[in-house]
């Protein structure tokens, strides 16, 4: 019965551990919705949130391997790190859903998991329950120089997140709020992603057949698999069905997906649309999707989100005078 018990402390440090590291996996593809979070719900200035994201998701993922490594420490700082870390990404959760209510990600596997705020505490609760037997009754690997090994591997492990995903050196514009001026070239220059060469040469060339930098469009970046996205491109084509007149455009991120579950949905075959790689979509959007707005001549001057894209609003927009070149 002890060895059963004992391989069971075993295989629950390693499925912990995992957790950890597909958690933070997750939260790197890409890792601005994690910025972004940080900015929009703890408002941190961006820079502080960039910093803050690639430690939190170095030492989640520092903590997992070394779970799964069964490298605790002498004194288990490992659980005791991952059981503190747990317990601040709960506050932080209560403090989500007390803000932002419980209808949206929290971002606690990304963009691959949609997660509200209330389903993943109790995933915490039950998180903590599974940490705390392990540090009841779990040791791991004791070995002379083992918290030596620990100590550099978890060094190692928070640092290389700030390598392998540099901070920018300006604020990026899709966290901008005000009047700015955006470069659109990107969707006239594609530049293929490694992740899209099998389907790339079929999709490309496929750039706008209208200049989007002179006069006034409404520029949607959509994913086809984010249901917010969906709701968004649905609304747009139910617009256009009452004002054909409103200058839509999409831009749908990746060119290796099909789209035609995402054109069942939302009925929006009719707007005008091009598809962008990955890389220059997430430098639009961030990852932050979807991304809806409205230009003029060149310069975004507000932003809509799916829920507050408003056809009235935009008709009023339209009859202003446009912003000279």
Same mark, same amino acid.
């Given at each position: 019965m002890?060895? !059963?018990?004992?391989?069971? $402390? /075993? %295989?629950?440090? =390693?499925a912990?551990?995992?957790?950890?590291?597909?958690?933070?996996?997750?939260?790197v593809?890409p890792?601005?919705?994690?910025?972004?979070t940080?900015v929009?719900y703890?408002?941190?200035?961006?820079?502080?949130a960039?910093?803050?994201?690639?430690?939190m998701?170095?030492l989640?993922?520092?903590?997992?391997?070394?779970?799964v490594?069964h490298l605790?420490?002498?004194r288990?700082?490992?659980?005791?790190?991952?059981?503190l870390l747990?317990?601040?990404?709960?506050?932080y959760?209560?403090?989500?859903?007390?803000?932002?209510?419980?209808?949206?990600?929290?971002?606690c596997?990304g963009?691959?998991?949609?997660?509200?705020?209330?389903?993943?505490? !109790?995933?915490n609760?039950v $998180? /903590? %329950?599974?940490? =705390?037997?392990l540090l009841?009754?779990?040791?791991?690997?004791?070995?002379?120089?083992?918290?030596?090994?620990?100590?550099?591997l978890?060094?190692?492990?928070?640092v290389l997140?700030?390598?392998l995903y540099?901070i920018?050196?300006?604020?990026?514009n899709?966290l901008?709020?005000?009047?700015?001026?955006?470069?659109l070239?990107?969707?006239?220059h594609p530049?293929?992603?490694?992740g899209?060469?099998t389907?790339?040469e079929v999709?490309?060339?496929?750039?706008p057949d209208?200049?989007?930098?002179?006069g006034?469009?409404?520029?949607?970046f959509?994913?086809p698999?984010?249901?917010?996205?969906?709701?968004a491109?649905?609304?747009m084509?139910?617009?256009?069905?009452?004002n054909?007149? /409103?200058?839509?455009?999409?831009?749908?991120?990746?060119v290796?997906?099909d789209l035609?579950d995402f054109?069942?949905?939302?009925?929006?075959?009719?707007l005008?649309?091009s598809r962008?790689?990955r890389?220059?979509?997430?430098?639009?959007?961030?990852?932050?999707?979807?991304?809806i707005?409205?230009?003029?001549?060149?310069?975004v001057?507000?932003?809509?989100?799916?829920?507050?894209?408003?056809?009235?609003?935009?008709?009023?927009?339209?009859?202003?005078?446009?912003?000279p070149d």
């Amino acid at each position: 019965m002890r060895i !059963l018990f004992r391989y069971l $402390l /075993i %295989l629950l440090s =390693v499925a912990t551990g995992a957790l950890f590291l597909y958690s933070a996996w997750t939260k790197v593809l890409p890792i601005q919705p994690f910025e972004y979070t940080m900015v929009e719900y703890l408002h941190m200035p961006w820079f502080m949130a960039a910093i803050a994201a690639r430690f939190m998701v170095g030492l989640e993922a520092t903590l997992g391997g070394l779970m799964v490594l069964h490298l605790l420490g002498r004194r288990k700082e490992v659980l005791k790190a991952a059981l503190l870390l747990t317990i601040v990404f709960s506050i932080y959760l209560v403090w989500l859903w007390a803000t932002a209510g419980n209808e949206i990600n929290c971002g606690c596997f990304g963009d691959e998991i949609w997660m509200s705020p209330s389903v993943s505490l !109790l995933k915490n609760f039950v $998180l /903590i %329950l599974v940490i =705390v037997l392990l540090l009841r009754f779990q040791s791991g690997f004791v070995f002379p120089m083992s918290n030596g090994y620990t100590a550099f591997l978890a060094l190692a492990g928070i640092v290389l997140p700030f390598i392998l995903y540099p901070i920018s050196k300006s604020e990026p514009n899709w966290l901008r709020k005000d009047s700015y001026t955006i470069d659109l070239s990107p969707l006239y220059h594609p530049v293929k992603d490694a992740g899209d060469t099998t389907v790339a040469e079929v999709v490309y060339p496929m750039v706008p057949d209208i200049d989007l930098a002179e006069g006034k469009h409404i520029i949607a970046f959509l994913s086809p698999s984010c249901p917010h996205c969906r709701i968004a491109a649905r609304k747009m084509a139910l617009m256009n069905k009452e004002n054909p007149s /409103i200058p839509f455009y999409m831009v749908i991120g990746g060119v290796a997906s099909d789209l035609t579950d995402f054109w069942k949905e939302t009925k929006a075959e009719q707007l005008p649309y091009s598809r962008l790689h990955r890389a220059p979509f997430l430098q639009f959007t961030g990852g932050i999707f979807p991304l809806i707005i409205w230009v003029n001549n060149g310069t975004v001057e507000a932003k809509s989100t799916y829920n507050t894209l408003n056809r009235t609003e935009i008709e009023d927009w339209m009859k202003q005078p446009g912003k000279p070149d």
